[in-house]
């Protein structure tokens, strides 16, 4: 029954997401911002949203040791899986793509965009990591950091120059009123139909049906992993973060088969800023935050792997679809290195 719950409540995780981002999206449209706005702050946050949920309420709601571990594991494992998975995924899309003569064999995204995201993630994820473990009861200035460092990404980002949003799916909701009407033969117009007040609406409904979820999800995964005797930490960190990363990975596999670049790795690489702010935050704030062991490693890898894209960028001024793929190499490492 714990997993038959398990699995019923990521679909409410993962449905409530895909609502939850389609509103954010449409909100982008309708206020005519960037693909660099919409991709790494609308739908990474959106699709973050997930895995930033899980840890707030394992730590917060739940309490105790193992619902602390797995709110810690979640913590670091989103990172992580977003610098190798998310990573992975992208640049296998690109080889498809490449091999059914869809599209060239490169990636086609505003460097200065990806390079500003990258570069974040590194200089507040490896404060976040490595600080506490130099300078003892830091951790209270180190969360106050991060959200001030969030803040001024967000700026420079809504600042920054970007080409105009592409096209937004319609919004879910307004096709629900559209259908509801037509049946009395009055069809409302497009401009009351997507308005913000019916925008906000959805995002907010959302909103509230994944945390729903997320309550549930916590709670079975603690019984399922004391149940297999395995670490709560361990096991929040391979399964929790590559089910809530789903929707993130099938908009970016999506919008790259559509050859929509800047908005597939600017999903993956806001939903790294985000992760490694707020998130971690809570972790610091509300648990002892002790990183060691495979959770240090995770975190390691996590940053090598966006180095190495940083690197790629800086030599070539561009992303090479064989520099993302290393991304799955880290990920096997790791995955090796946990099972032996």
Do not use: C
């Amino acid at each position: 029954m714990e997993i038959v719950f398990l699995v019923l409540s990521l679909l409410m995780i993962l449905l409530s997401a895909e609502f939850f981002t389609n509103g954010v999206e449409s909100l982008g449209k309708r206020l005519s911002l960037s693909q660099a706005v919409v991709g790494s702050i609308l739908a990474a946050v959106g699709t973050a949203l997930p895995e930033t949920i899980l840890p707030f309420v394992a730590i917060l709601i739940h309490g105790g040791d193992a619902a602390k571990n797995i709110g810690v594991g979640a913590i670091l494992g989103a990172p992580f899986m977003l610098t190798t998975l998310a990573f992975f995924l992208v640049g296998v899309s690109v080889v498809v793509s490449f091999l059914m003569k869809k599209r060239r064999f490169e990636l086609t995204v505003e460097v200065h965009s990806m390079k500003r995201d990258l570069m974040f993630f590194v200089v507040m994820y490896s404060s976040a990591i490595f600080f506490p473990l130099l300078v003892p009861k830091s951790h209270m200035f180190i969360a106050a950091s991060l959200a001030v460092g969030y803040l001024i990404y967000a700026y420079i980002t809504f600042k920054g120059e970007s080409a105009d949003i592409m096209h937004a799916e319609e919004l879910y909701f307004r096709r629900f009123v559209a259908g509801g009407l037509r049946l009395t033969g009055k069809l409302p117009s497009a401009e009351s139909a997507a308005s913000l007040p019916l925008i906000a609406f959805q995002v907010l409904a959302a909103l509230a049906i994944m945390v729903g979820g997320a309550h549930v999800f916590v709670g079975n995964l603690e019984k399922i992993s004391t149940a297999w005797g395995m670490n709560p930490l361990l096991f929040a960190l391979l399964i929790a973060p590559v089910a809530t990363e789903l929707p993130e990975k099938f908009n970016s596999v999506t919008w790259t088969l559509k050859g929509r670049d800047t908005l597939a790795m600017g999903n993956i690489t806001g939903a790294m800023v985000f992760q490694s702010t707020f998130p971690v935050s809570i972790g610091l704030l509300f648990t002892d935050w002790d990183i060691s062991g495979f959770a240090l490693f995770s975190a390691i890898l996590a940053l090598a792997s966006a180095v190495i894209v940083i690197a790629d960028i800086h030599i070539r001024k561009r992303i090479s679809p064989v520099t993302i793929l290393i991304g799955g190499a880290f990920y096997l490492i790791y995955a090796v290195v946990v099972i032996f």
